[in-house]
């Protein structure tokens, strides 16, 4: 892969990623409601769904959900469901939150950050289908494909980390301003209404 096609991957890497979507959605759910730990496990579980979706879609699965409309639909409100259950379930914590709420364990609340990220990731079959039509557009056929694959799979990851950690940040910065209970659990229905809306952007998708 030669410099001007890896440097035109990782532009559109970096603009789709900007872009809000579920994931984006997700993460600042995330940030806002448990912190930056959180976010950054929901974050790597995002990378590794991502990986995953691309083994997916050069299997031929994105060609199977492009000419399977039920299957295509299973898969996506599945996703939708699962994402809407998220956010339900955020604010109803949040609604129940008592002051000694960061007792909570917080290695289930991490692995469980980072289920919902790998999980929301996977179950967007559009995702898998836009792989199959973006990836091709920058590997070259008559060179080694594997080597391609590896160099595009890190680059997209290395985006989606850095510009989800910065909008991580910025979420967690939001949230260590307001320390009272009433203002996380304000938080707290914030970010799960973050979440609900990604579950209505993947829906509309």
């Not at 976010?39 to 995002?46: H, K, P, R, T, V």
């Not at 939708?80 to 259950?85: G, H, K, P, R, W």
């Not at 799979?153 to 989606?160: E, F, H, I, N, P």
Request: proline share 2%; with cysteine.
């Amino acid at each position: 892969m030669d410099f001007e096609t890896w440097l035109a991957f990782t532009t559109a890497c970096i603009v789709l990623t900007l872009i809000p979507g579920p994931s984006v959605l997700l993460v600042i759910g995330q940030s806002l409601t448990r912190g930056k730990g959180a976010a950054m496990m929901c974050i790597l579980g995002d990378v590794i769904g991502s990986i995953v979706l691309m083994g997916l879609s050069f299997a031929g699965v994105g060609a199977i959900l492009a000419t399977s409309a039920v299957l295509f639909q299973i898969v996506k409100w599945a996703g939708v469901v699962y994402l809407a259950y998220l956010g339900y379930m955020q604010i109803v914590e949040a609604r129940h939150a008592q002051e000694c709420a960061e007792t909570d364990d917080q290695a289930h609340s991490a692995w469980g950050s980072f289920l919902a990220g790998t999980v929301t990731a996977i179950l967007n079959p559009k995702a898998i289908i836009f792989y199959m039509a973006f990836l091709v557009q920058f590997i070259n056929p008559q060179t080694d494909l594997a080597p391609q694959l590896a160099v595009l799979m890190l680059t997209s990851s290395l985006v989606v980390i850095v510009l989800l950690t910065g909008y991580a940040l910025i979420a967690a910065r939001a949230r260590m301003l307001f320390q009272s209970q009433r203002a996380r659990r304000r938080m707290g229905y914030t970010g799960g209404t973050f979440m609900i809306s990604g579950s209505l952007l993947m829906a509309t998708r």
